[in-house]
């Protein structure tokens, strides 16, 4: 009898099938004809694909589908969009996010001939991603999307980009081209993990054993490599005090009692009297770039020993001003600190855990004071709410199984000190996210679709300033498309506040200029969509008016007027730019 066959199928196909094979449990896009074989690929395999109206909020949405599963996500787009993708791009880089972009592109055949919707997409993505090929043979699919795969999820993650020209999108090819070689089997596989050399790490357990004042650093590698909770761990039954580094994902909730807040002088001043006062400061998962003034004082002054502990030798070299390096998966690290301590039984003095509790109350007691001294005023003089109260109002209606997200300029950073206000008060949420690295506006909408998309059973309220909306506000109608119940608290200032206070310290005149909007009626725009609005203008209207949005099941607006206040961070970047905790 002669052998059946082999089917042949379009590389569209050969493209989904290869990514099913990994798993992959969402495509984001905006569907183009470039990429039509490989929808219909994914049509036929059963992979659900999100349509977006744009192809940065596609991107925005894998983006956030990766930070929350810890899993690659796909972003498929055509040429003539992905420039749109490039923003999205960029925040994935920063953030460490295993996003997959893939370009359907201009055909191979003609290329450098002026093809239709040709560029160079290979180059233009090659800064902002790990790995950035063009596939120029079809019968090597499978090959690139396992190399694309591997490369995302290993060492320093981070988004990659493929490129499939479009004649070979559209040729056939065996249905099994490339699984003659190995791997023969590409389904994903455990991510390899860096262990600690005990030469390097026995030393550096002894070290922190004996530290009079240490504290705990966690960056966005703690977050990839899953190791929040023996973070959790350490910080607890070590008694020593934990720190976010700003911007990247919040590791700790504020049940964690040896969780302090943000290492950030600025947004979290108790940090600046911490680091003045330690001796050891371990920063895991982190890079010694802006945020952390680059290792130097006066954020970390002289006084005290730096020691980064980092999964991979990219993030390593980042980190040359530190005092002594690790090369550790963040796993691997809290283990064996835990288990010195098991095995030594050596104590942290409390006295020093209990100083920056006593720090962190002293500042909440003062920030809270001041805040109802505002308050007051407004209330007498009938004036908008101050974006501080505006936050901690909001989340004195959540719940702790619901999400918050926060996207903007002063507007992010007040939730920033409004979570950490709140928290010590009690206040737990079962997440938060919020831009990254490059403090990109527009990714509020897309964050809050994706907490969303995966948490069917919370409540996910974003609180958003009016330019943050304007730059990313399109991506809402995937919330309305989805049916996805998501509240929008526009923190409505009418301009770019952020922008606007740096102008008025900046410009010889105090004034500000090209940075005001148009009284913008967001709360009927979402009416118009089919979803729940309101007008707030009041303090005391706002908690009733969230709670009717959330009750409503729809996708909702509260269009919130507050006043432009400037935020620590930005009032000492516009002040001689001070070089703490931001260049």
Same mark, same amino acid.
């Given at each position: 009898?002669?052998?059946?066959?082999?089917?042949?199928?379009?590389?569209?196909? /050969?493209?989904?099938?290869?990514?099913?094979?990994?798993?992959?449990? =969402?495509?984001?896009?905006?569907?183009?004809?470039? @990429?039509?074989?490989?929808?219909?690929?994914?049509?036929?395999?059963?992979?659900?694909?999100?349509? @977006?109206?744009?192809?940065?909020?596609?991107?925005?949405?894998?983006?956030?589908?990766?930070?929350?599963?810890?899993?690659?996500?796909?972003?498929?787009?055509?040429?003539?969009?992905?420039?749109?993708?490039?923003?999205?791009?960029?925040?994935?880089?920063?953030?460490?996010?295993?996003?997959?972009?893939?370009?359907?592109?201009?055909?191979?055949?003609?290329?450098?001939?002026?093809?239709?919707?040709?560029?160079?997409?290979?180059?233009?993505?090659?800064?902002?991603?790990?790995?950035?090929?063009?596939?120029?043979?079809?019968?090597?699919?499978?090959?690139?999307?396992?190399?694309?795969?591997?490369?995302?999820?290993?060492?320093?993650?981070?988004?990659?980009?493929?490129?499939?020209?479009? $004649?070979?999108?559209?040729?056939?090819?065996?249905?099994?081209?490339? =699984?003659?070689?190995?791997? +023969?089997? %590409?389904?994903?596989?455990?991510?390899?993990?860096?262990?600690? $050399?005990?030469?390097?790490?026995?030393?550096?357990?002894?070290?922190?054993?004996?530290?009079? %004042?240490?504290?705990?650093?966690?960056?966005?590698?703690?977050?990839?490599?899953?190791?929040?909770?023996? /973070?959790?761990?350490?910080?607890?039954?070590?008694?020593?005090?934990?720190?976010?580094?700003?911007? =990247?994902?919040?590791?700790?909730?504020?049940?964690?009692?040896?969780?302090?807040?943000?290492?950030?002088?600025?947004?979290?001043?108790?940090?600046?009297?911490?680091?003045?006062?330690?001796?050891?400061?371990?920063?895991?998962?982190?890079?010694?770039?802006?945020?952390?003034?680059?290792?130097?004082?006066? /954020?970390?002054?002289?006084?005290?020993?730096?020691?980064?502990?980092?999964?991979?030798?990219?993030?390593?070299?980042?980190?040359?001003?530190?005092?002594?390096?690790?090369?550790?998966?963040?796993?691997?690290?809290?283990?064996?600190?835990?288990?010195?301590?098991? $095995?030594?039984?050596?104590?942290?003095?409390?006295?020093?855990? !209990?100083?920056?509790?006593?720090?962190?109350?002293?500042?909440?007691?003062?920030?809270?004071?001041?805040?109802?001294?505002?308050?007051?005023?407004?209330?007498?003089?009938?004036?908008?709410?101050?974006?501080?109260?505006?936050?901690?109002?909001?989340?004195?209606?959540?719940?702790?199984?619901?999400?918050?997200?926060? $996207?903007?300029?002063?507007?992010? +950073?007040?939730?920033?000190?409004?979570?950490?206000?709140?928290?010590?008060?009690?206040?737990?949420?079962?997440?938060?996210?919020?831009?990254?690295?490059?403090?990109?506006?527009?990714?509020?909408?897309?964050? !809050?679709?994706?907490?969303?998309? /995966?948490?069917?059973?919370?409540?996910?309220?974003?609180?958003?300033?009016?330019?943050?909306?304007?730059?990313?506000?399109?991506?809402?109608?995937?919330?309305?498309?989805?049916?996805?119940?998501?509240?929008?608290?526009?923190?409505?200032?009418?301009?770019?506040?952020?922008?606007?206070?740096?102008?008025?310290?900046?410009?010889?005149?105090?004034?500000?200029?090209?940075?005001? +909007?148009?009284?913008?009626?967001?709360?009927?725009?979402?009416?118009?969509?089919?979803?729940?609005?309101?007008?707030?203008?009041?303090?005391?209207?706002?908690?009733?008016?969230?709670?009717?949005?959330?009750?409503?099941?729809?996708?909702?607006?509260?269009?919130?007027?507050?006043?432009?206040?400037?935020?620590?961070?930005?009032?000492?970047?516009?002040?001689?730019?001070?070089?703490?905790?931001?260049?």
């Amino acid at each position: 009898m002669n052998p059946q066959p082999i089917p042949r199928r379009r590389g569209g196909y /050969l493209l989904a099938l290869a990514l099913q094979e990994k798993g992959i449990e =969402h495509v984001f896009t905006l569907a183009g004809g470039f @990429c039509n074989p490989a929808l219909e690929g994914f049509m036929e395999l059963g992979v659900p694909v999100i349509n @977006c109206p744009h192809e940065q909020v596609a991107g925005h949405l894998a983006d956030g589908h990766a930070r929350l599963t810890r899993k690659p996500a796909v972003c498929l787009i055509g040429p003539e969009g992905f420039a749109n993708a490039v923003p999205a791009m960029m925040e994935a880089w920063g953030e460490r996010s295993p996003v997959i972009f893939v370009t359907g592109s201009s055909t191979l055949k003609r290329r450098g001939s002026g093809g239709f919707k040709e560029i160079d997409d290979v180059a233009i993505a090659a800064p902002l991603t790990k790995y950035s090929y063009s596939i120029t043979d079809g019968t090597r699919i499978s090959e690139f999307v396992d190399r694309a795969w591997k490369i995302a999820t290993s060492g320093y993650g981070g988004p990659v980009h493929l490129s499939l020209p479009v $004649d070979i999108m559209f040729s056939s090819f065996d249905e099994d081209a490339g =699984h003659e070689e190995r791997p +023969f089997h %590409r389904a994903a596989t455990p991510v390899p993990r860096a262990w600690p $050399d005990p030469a390097v790490l026995a030393p550096l357990l002894a070290r922190i054993a004996t530290a009079k %004042r240490p504290m705990l650093i966690g960056g966005h590698g703690v977050w990839w490599a899953g190791a929040e909770q023996l /973070l959790e761990q350490v910080g607890s039954a070590l008694a020593i005090p934990v720190f976010n580094i700003p911007y =990247h994902q919040k590791l700790l909730g504020e049940h964690c009692p040896a969780y302090m807040g943000l290492a950030d002088i600025h947004q979290y001043p108790p940090s600046r009297q911490a680091l003045e006062s330690s001796d050891l400061v371990i920063m895991v998962g982190g890079r010694l770039d802006n945020q952390m003034n680059f290792g130097n004082p006066p /954020l970390f002054p002289q006084s005290l020993e730096l020691v980064c502990v980092n999964g991979s030798h990219e993030e390593l070299e980042m980190n040359r001003a530190a005092d002594q390096v690790l090369l550790s998966d963040p796993q691997a690290f809290f283990s064996a600190l835990l288990q010195h301590h098991a $095995d030594t039984q050596w104590e942290t003095p409390k006295a020093w855990y !209990a100083q920056n509790r006593a720090w962190r109350q002293a500042w909440v007691e003062h920030s809270l004071a001041e805040l109802a001294e505002d308050t007051a005023q407004t209330a007498a003089t009938g004036g908008k709410m101050h974006p501080l109260q505006l936050s901690l109002d909001v989340q004195s209606q959540m719940r702790a199984q619901d999400w918050l997200v926060f $996207d903007g300029g002063n507007t992010h +950073f007040w939730s920033e000190i409004a979570v950490n206000l709140a928290g010590w008060q009690g206040q737990q949420l079962a997440g938060i996210l919020h831009p990254g690295c490059f403090s990109l506006l527009g990714v509020g909408v897309s964050l !809050a679709v994706s907490a969303q998309r /995966l948490n069917p059973q919370s409540r996910v309220v974003l609180i958003s300033g009016d330019g943050a909306f304007l730059s990313g506000g399109l991506s809402i109608e995937v919330a309305f498309q989805e049916k996805l119940p998501i509240v929008v608290v526009v923190d409505n200032n009418g301009g770019l506040d952020c922008i606007s206070q740096q102008q008025e310290r900046l410009f010889a005149n105090g004034k500000h200029f090209a940075t005001d +909007f148009r009284d913008i009626p967001f709360h009927t725009m979402f009416e118009g969509m089919g979803g729940y609005g309101e007008l707030v203008e009041h303090r005391q209207d706002l908690g009733p008016a969230l709670q009717r949005a959330l009750a409503s099941g729809k996708t909702a607006c509260l269009n919130v007027k507050a006043k432009g206040v400037i935020s620590p961070i930005v009032a000492a970047t516009a002040s001689k730019r001070d070089k703490a905790s931001i260049e």
